[in-house]
């Protein structure tokens, strides 16, 4: 079965980059690059050199967590082929996420380990985060995913956090966050503006917001502009017009939105 391999970059989001490889039997001589990688298994058995300890078989469902810089290699079975995913990151701007909210000094990751994950809800979670990454989703919906996953995994690894995002004053703490995205629907901020608007990290604001809301903050501001946009489809504003008032890129990207909140097209809904 010949091998297919798909990869995913986009520019909005030059800190990452992505790849998927099914029945592949390339191999690997042993290697470093300057991003930290995440790998996962999803089909067949391979050998991973890197890890503290010498040699690990890996089994479906297994992660890798690659510091940058690591020498490390991953390779099918002799004679076999393996599915894998791996995703890159640019090593500089997840130590700044991560310096967002560990309260640990961030000196000592530099020698951070080779990490080996068999968990199924690790695996799980990688793997929605990866089947985003590849979709047509907003990149700041990307964005949130990213940080999000880092941030779930190295507070299950025991990484003190900075201030908890679970308060008694949660709602009131990311009013400001509501207010702004209430005022200005269509506006394009950064979740790192929010997250100073908030007074808190990204990752703590997309738990906070998930906690209060249910919802991302990018998520709960398409909700926001798709509920003004019904509004103003049934006071007889044109869907153009409403496309261009809510900031959407075009008016087909304002009806995949649309449909995707409410099950129809706009124009659907105006008749």
């Not at 941030?151 to 009013?175: M, N, T």
């Not at 995205?181 to 604001?205: E, H, K, W």
Request: with cysteine; hydrophobic share 40%.
């Amino acid at each position: 079965m010949d091998t297919i391999s798909e990869f995913w970059r986009d520019p909005a989001m030059p800190y990452a980059e992505s790849r998927r490889a099914c029945h592949s039997r390339a191999c690997y001589k042993p290697h470093s690059h300057p991003t930290f990688s995440i790998g996962a298994v999803d089909q067949g058995i391979s050998r991973f050199t890197g890890a503290i300890g010498g040699p690990v078989t890996l089994h479906v469902g297994t992660i890798v967590f690659v510091p940058a810089s690591r020498v490390h290699a991953c390779n099918p079975e002799p004679d076999t082929a393996w599915s894998y995913q791996m995703l890159h990151l640019d090593a500089a701007w997840l130590h700044a996420v991560r310096q967002e909210y560990a309260q640990e000094d961030m000196k000592d990751w530099d020698r951070e380990p080779a990490r080996i994950v068999a968990d199924p809800t690790v695996y799980a979670r990688f793997c929605r985060l990866n089947m985003l990454l590849f979709s047509q989703a907003d990149p700041r919906d990307k964005e949130a995913a990213l940080i999000e996953f880092f941030g779930e995994c190295d507070e299950a690894q025991g990484l003190r956090f900075d201030a908890p995002a679970i308060s008694p004053r949660l709602s009131e703490q990311i009013q400001p966050v509501r207010d702004f995205l209430q005022n200005g629907p269509a506006s394009g901020t950064t979740l790192s503006d929010l997250a100073q608007l908030a007074g808190m990290s990204r990752y703590q604001l997309i738990r906070a917001f998930r906690a209060t809301t249910g919802m991302t903050p990018h998520a709960w501001q398409l909700n926001q502009r798709v509920n003004l946009a019904r509004e103003w489809i049934r006071e007889g504003e044109g869907i153009a017009e409403v496309a261009y008032r809510l900031g959407f890129a075009d008016q087909a990207h304002f009806q995949r939105v649309f449909k995707a909140h409410t099950g129809i097209t706009p124009g659907r809904f105006r008749t």
